[in-house]
């Protein structure tokens, strides 16, 4: 059975998370492990690293992931900014650490003009300096494939294979492929030939065992669009089928695969999303819907 579960907040406590998640049947989830919007962040009190490590004992979650805040850019020129940059990271793990979290995702950055080469060495630069910063910390950093909206890097498989190629140590590195993403990218993975292919292009350029992590996000623009914008399972440009094939791939049992869908504070909306991938598991026919859902304009949007 895949390991599903979504991004949930952690108002109210870190442990709260797990808690969220719990209520509506999450086999895994994904978290902050600060305000994501802010450069600062109270550290984390003992009683809530205890609070977290025996909630998630107690819910016996296996697999949970947290997710970099927004302000991070490792491939920022500025070096004021590239410094907090890492600064921030930094931070991060170590919070992962405490709390005993294994998995990190991070967006590679944003060039912000100076282009692709300079970008993607700076990235790896202020990786490798993170990474030696926290040795021992046995906290991975998974970079996750983006939409390559304006100048940010990283939503090719070359860009990552790149960064993987260029940071070091190797085995703290890995990738989180968020399919939303993907489509956005241009990736075309709606039916089983290209599924196929893009796997294929995954292990020729990555490789499986680098894979710590699944977004599972419909893509509310067209593929190739480079917008990022996440909409509900089978509602987007990506339709079901890529959903089916994903829920049933043996390949994919071990890794969590994780909504960052929109929602409410009630979570209705992630409910249904679980219930729609679920229910794919075991369907062995086809869904073809390569147009936009009956019903949605061309932005997939509902009428
Ligand atoms: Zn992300
Ligand atoms: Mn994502
Ligand atoms: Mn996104």
Redesign the pocket.
């Known amino acids: 059975m895949p390991i599903l579960g979504a991004h949930m907040s952690i108002a109210g406590g870190a442990h709260q998370a797990l808690l969220r998640g719990k209520s509506i049947c999450c086999d895994a989830i994904q978290m902050f492990t600060r305000n994501a919007n802010r450069w600062a962040a109270k550290p984390l009190a003992d009683e809530d690293i205890e609070r977290f490590r025996t909630t998630r004992e107690e819910l016996g979650y296996e697999h949970v992931v947290a997710h970099a805040s927004y302000l991070i850019n490792l491939g920022s020129p500025d070096d004021d900014l590239w410094q907090r940059s890492q600064n921030a990271l930094m931070e991060e793990l170590e919070r992962c650490r405490l709390l005993g979290i294994d998995r990190y ?1 991070l967006h590679p950055g944003a060039h912000v003009g100076t282009g692709e080469e300079a970008g993607l060495q700076r990235i790896a630069d202020g990786l490798t300096a993170v990474l030696a910063v926290t040795e021992g910390s046995g906290v991975r950093i998974l970079l ?1 494939n983006t939409a390559g909206q304006g100048t940010v890097l990283g939503s090719s498989f070359d860009q990552l294979a790149w960064l993987l190629d260029h940071a070091t140590p190797a085995e703290r590195l890995g990738v ?1 492929l ?1 399919t ?2 993907a489509a956005a990218a241009g990736y075309e993975f709606r039916e089983a030939a290209t599924y196929e292919a893009l796997w294929q292009a995954f292990e020729g350029l990555i490789g499986r065992e680098r894979l710590g992590a699944l ?1 599972l ?1 419909d893509s509310l623009r067209d593929l190739g669009s480079h917008v990022d914008r996440h909409t509900h399972i089978g509602e987007g440009a990506l339709g079901l089928e890529p959903f089916r094939l994903l829920m049933n791939d043996p390949c994919l049992r071990s890794v969590p695969m994780l909504l ?1 869908t929109p929602k409410g504070e009630d979570l209705a909306e992630d409910v249904v999303n679980l219930a729609t991938l679920r229910g794919l598991i075991g369907r062995e026919e086809p869904i073809v819907t390569l147009t936009a859902p009956v019903g949605a304009d061309s932005e997939g949007r509902r009428a």
């Open positions: 995702i996750e989180c968020d939303a993403h977004h996000n960052e």
